[in-house]
Nanobody, 127 residues
Framework: QVQMKETGGGLVQAGGSLRLLCVGS????????MGWFSQPPGKEREFVNAISQSGARTTDADSVKGRFTISRDNAKNTVYLQMNSLKPEDTAVYYC????????????????????WGQGTQVTVSS
């Protein structure tokens, strides 16, 4: 199983930007669909966006469409989350996650499909 580690979280003012990185190790990165999930304080973990194994297909939660972009570089075993126009309600711990797929057309929004998780990185947006 691939293992991931997130970096790039921090404190930012509303309207600002952050870029999160997630580096994978211990597996063939390009065989995994990747996703980002967020967990606000006192709430359940929720889907943000996901990207197919090749990077050709993505899907986003409605709350982040037009603001957040997921991308990946399989040569660097890295998936990125570019976060623009941040809002205080985006404050959360952000996790990257992976699951093994056998088709570039398989892309899940359900956290229960994802078997490997990073430790998370805190994003705090001040008003």
């Amino acid at each position: 199983q691939v293992q991931m580690k997130e970096t790039g979280g921090g404190l930012v003012q509303a309207g600002g930007s952050l870029r999160l990185l997630c580096v994978g190790s211990g597996g063939t990165f390009s065989r995994y669909a990747m996703g980002w999930f967020s967990q606000p304080p006192g709430k359940e973990r929720e889907f943000v966006n996901a990207i197919s194994q090749s990077g050709a297909r993505t899907t986003d939660a409605d709350s982040v469409k037009g603001r957040f972009t997921i991308s990946r570089d399989n040569a660097k075993n890295t998936v990125y989350l570019q976060m623009n126009s941040l809002k205080p309600e985006d404050t959360a711990v952000y996790y990257c996650a992976a699951y093994r797929v056998y088709s570039d057309y398989v892309l899940s929004t359900s956290r229960y499909e994802y078997k490997s998780w990073g430790q998370g990185t805190q994003v705090t947006v001040s008003s």
